[in-house]
Structures are given as structure tokens and as C-alpha cells.
């Protein structure tokens, strides 16, 4: 058994696979985060407002495969809601959940990993930190600078290329329009924040195709999908979701193979992942990741008032236009481009995983040094069927590991909790050598 794993990044995936190695009596892990007030809450149960809600029902959201009644009890001991809850009530639970397994083989400490070798981890501030191994748990990247926007040329706080950096409506008034680069989930929360915060200018969300993530339905257990179609492939999925969608809607298309897309992706090969990606994900995304009820109500109330505009498009360039900017933009199907002038634009393009493109240093510096490389589609970190990182040279490396969003060119479907906590599961498994423990459900 590897006596100590150093994880480097203190968010969901990081917490669970924590938990899970005290619970299995594991390996004595250390979490690694830069920001100590994101421990057990990372990005996504942090820096969030009230209104931002789970987009599942919170009987799929327990932290356990072997246990799937653990957060909806949890709730219940609060007299909280059982639906739709806030990401913030999450981020307590994960926070409470860490610290009700928490013994003294945990240890957290805050700082910036800059290098892993052999012995283990070297912060930043040149401390070291001894492990038999580590696993790579960071998330997701920041989302790129999108084509035809150029921030140096664009004056002072006119573009924001992170959303939960800043408030994006700060210093903003009733005249002004905000353009969100994006018309998913990441656009769906800053479209709420600035509702919250009062801005009652415009919002107009931009991108290639417009579309915007659908809503759950009220009050409908999950409809059961396929659990079983041997020797097919992505683009037999493709097709029948397509043919399945004109008679049924997407939703149901992409419901009926959402139990088995990580096993066919891992079956198919790379031209045929790249015709997924290129066909059919973004009518993917938007039915599969939807909203919380009172979400799309709030969403929908400002499309009706004409406060908020999902729009179809590209950006050709944008330019400041006194104390403002004008963005110049093209219509989908259309020749010609037309230009809106704006107070501010917000990149909502929402995480990326392109290694080739990163300005992380830990993990620039792990591809400059061969220790991990990019998987074929540069959705992220290539791992093998055992989340270890694949090297240059091809060779799985045994004291280093990843999980979480950034192994999503290998499983495809590993950004939502369900699938990261049993990532998270089984490896701890595996490093705990208690392989014996039953599957989920039991």
C-alpha cells in the first residue's frame, strides 16, 4: 500500500478522493489547495451567489456511490430541501462531510504546488511535501480568450476573462449592455448574479449556435436509459440521436444513452470522438446539463422582459469605443457583420482542458518535463482506464495520477458528481487495496 498520496487541488474531486482514502483506511493523504477557503468547495461551491442552484436533484448528488441517500439525509437533519438546494448548501455539506471522516492522517495544507518529482511536492515558497505519490485533482483550466477579442487592446475593466474574479455589473447602469461570451451554464450564473445585484441594463449572450441549456422536467423521476448495447459506437449513437430527437426531443435522445456513454467513448476511437465532439456536443451539453426549475423561471422572466438575449453568432473583433466597446459580430448564417456598442464583455466560454494552451505553471511545467501530455482531442490530461497520466513516451506512470474534469479525453462524461465521485471511489479503492468493497448501490 502507497503510505502517503499528496492531492494536489482541495476542490470536489480532490475532497472525495480524501474522504474516501480515510474511510477504506488508506493511504494517509495531504490536500493541496491555493485558496484555503475553497477547501472541500473548490470553484464551483464557492464563488457562488443564493440563487445559483444544483443542476441535479439532490438524490443524485451524495458524495458516495456505496451510500446514493447520503445527502438527501444530510438534508433532512437541517429541515433543508430535498430538491433543487443552492450550491453553497453543497459546498457545506462536502465541508462537513470531509471534516466527519477528518483524523489525524488528513492533512491540508494551503500554497501552490510548483514542481513534482520523485520524492513528492515543491510549493511555490520552496516547502516540500514527501509522497509516495500524487494524484493530480486541479479541475478544470480557465476558459481561452476567444477568437477576435485581443484584452490589451480593449480599456481597463471593459473585458473580464473570469467571471468569478469581479462582479461583472459593478459601476454598470440601466443604459448599459453586457455582452456574456457564451450561452451555457457559466453564462446562466453571471445572467443570475447580475439579477441579483440589481443591473437592469441588457444582457445578451453570444455564441455559435445560441443555444442555452434546457430545464429539468417538474416533478419527473429520471427517465431510465440504455444499460446495455454491445458493439456499438459514437457514431451509431450519433445517428440515433439525431433520428430519435425528431420524434422524441433531445431530451429523451440524450437520456436514453446517458447510463453507457463512458464505455462506448472508451470503445470508440479517436475519428470517431472527434465526430461526436464536432456533430452532436453541443446539442449534448445544452439537454444534458439543464437547469434547476426555479432557474429557468428566472432565466425565462428576463427573456420575456427583454433584459436578457440569447443570440447565435461569432465575434469578428471588438474595440474601444470611448468608454466603451464595439463589438462587431456576425449573425450565424449571415454575409454581412453587425456591430451593438457595449459597457463591458465577460468571457462565459466556460472551462477548457487544451494542455497546449495553458498558463498553469504546474501543469506546463509537467508537459514541458514529458511527465503528462495532452490526450488526442486536448480535452484535457490522456490517462489510462487506472487515472494514470500517460507520459510523453507513452508509459503510464505509477506515482502519478489524475482525476476529476481534466481526464474527460479518456471517459468523456466526468464533469458532473455522479461520475467524479465514483472515479474518486475507485481509485481510492485501488490505492487502499480494498477492492473487495461492493459496487454502487449496496
Known amino acids: 500500500m502507497t503510505d502517503h498520496i499528496v492531492i494536489v487541488g482541495g476542490g470536489f474531486s480532490g475532497t472525495l478522493l480524501a474522504i474516501n482514502l480515510l474511510r477504506f483506511g488508506g493511504p494517509r493523504p495531504t ?47 437541517r429541515g433543508e430541501a430535498t430538491s433543487f438546494v443552492p450550491r453553497q448548501v453543497y459546498g457545506s455539506y462536502l465541508a462537513e462531510t470531509l471534516q466527519a471522516v477528518r483524523d489525524d492522517r488528513l492533512t491540508l495544507v494551503e500554497g501552490d504546488v510548483a514542481a513534482i518529482d520523485a520524492d513528492g511536492v515543491r510549493l511555490d515558497d520552496g516547502r516540500r511535501v514527501a509522497a509516495m505519490r500524487v494524484v493530480l485533482a486541479t479541475g478544470n483550466l480557465p476558459p481561452h480568450t476567444p477568437p477576435g477579442i485581443d484584452p490589451a487592446g480593449l480599456p481597463g475593466d471593459r473585458y473580464l476573462d473570469d467571471p468569478w474574479r469581479a462582479r461583472p455589473g459593478d ?20 445572467a443570475l448574479q447580475l439579477d441579483a445585484a440589481g ?41 440515433q440521436v439525431r433520428e430519435r430527437s425528431a420524434e422524441h426531443g433531445w431530451r429523451a435522445a440524450v437520456d436514453r444513452f446517458r447510463p453507457m456513454t463512458q464505455r462506448l467513448w472508451a470503445a470508440s476511437s479517436a475519428e470517431e470522438r472527434s465526430r461526436f465532439l464536432r456533430h452532436l456536443r453541443p446539442f449534448w451539453d445544452v439537454h444534458r446539463h439543464r437547469l434547476a426549475p426555479a432557474v429557468a423561471e428566472r432565466i425565462d ?13 461569432k465575434v469578428a473583433a471588438a474595440v474601444p469605443d470611448g468608454e466603451g466597446v464595439c463589438l462587431r459580430w456576425r449573425p450565424r448564417h449571415a454575409d454581412g457583420v453587425e ?50 497520466v500517460i507520459a510523453a513516451d507513452g ?13 474527460r479525453g479518456g471517459l468523456w462524461e466526468v464533469v458532473a458528481v455522479p461520475d467524479i465521485r465514483r472515479q474518486a471511489w475507485d481509485l481510492a479503492r485501488r490505492l487502499s487495496h480494498a477492492q473487495w468493497v461492493g459496487g454502487e448501490g449496496l
Do not use: K
Not at 347 to 361: A, F, K, S, V
Not at 366 to 383: H, N, S
Open 31 to 77: 490536500m493541496v489547495e491555493r485558496d484555503a477557503d475553497r477547501f472541500a468547495r473548490g470553484v464551483a461551491y464557492s464563488a457562488t451567489e443564493p440563487g445559483h442552484l444544483l443542476n441535479v436533484r439532490a438524490a443524485g448528488m451524495s458524495a458516495f456511490p456505496d451510500d446514493p441517500g447520503h445527502f438527501v439525509r444530510w438534508l433532512g437533519a
Open 171 to 190: 459601476g454598470l447602469g440601466d443604459d448599459d449592455t453586457i455582452v456574456l461570451l457564451g450561452t451555457g451554464l457559466t453564462a446562466i450564473d453571471v
Open 199 to 239: 443591473f437592469r441594463g441588457r444582457v445578451v449572450a453570444l455564441s455559435r449556435r445560441g443555444l442555452r441549456p434546457r430545464r429539468h422536467r417538474d416533478g419527473l423521476p429520471p427517465p431510465a436509459g440504455e444499460t446495455d448495447l454491445p458493439g456499438v459506437s459514437l457514431s451509431w449513437v450519433l445517428r
Open 301 to 313: 422572466a428576463m427573456v420575456a422582459t427583454g433584459r436578457l438575449r440569447f443570440v447565435a453568432g
Open 339 to 388: 456591430a451593438m456598442r457595449v459597457a463591458r464583455i465577460v468571457n462565459c466560454t466556460g472551462p477548457q482542458g487544451d494542455l497546449t494552451r495553458t498558463d498553469d505553471p504546474l501543469l506546463a511545467r509537467l508537459v514541458g518535463e514529458g511527465r503528462i501530455r495532452p490526450d488526442p482531442l486536448r480535452l484535457g490530461i490522456e490517462v489510462d482506464a487506472e487515472a494514470r
Open 395 to 407: 508509459v503510464a506512470d505509477d506515482r502519478l495520477s489524475c482525476i476529476g474534469p481534466m481526464t
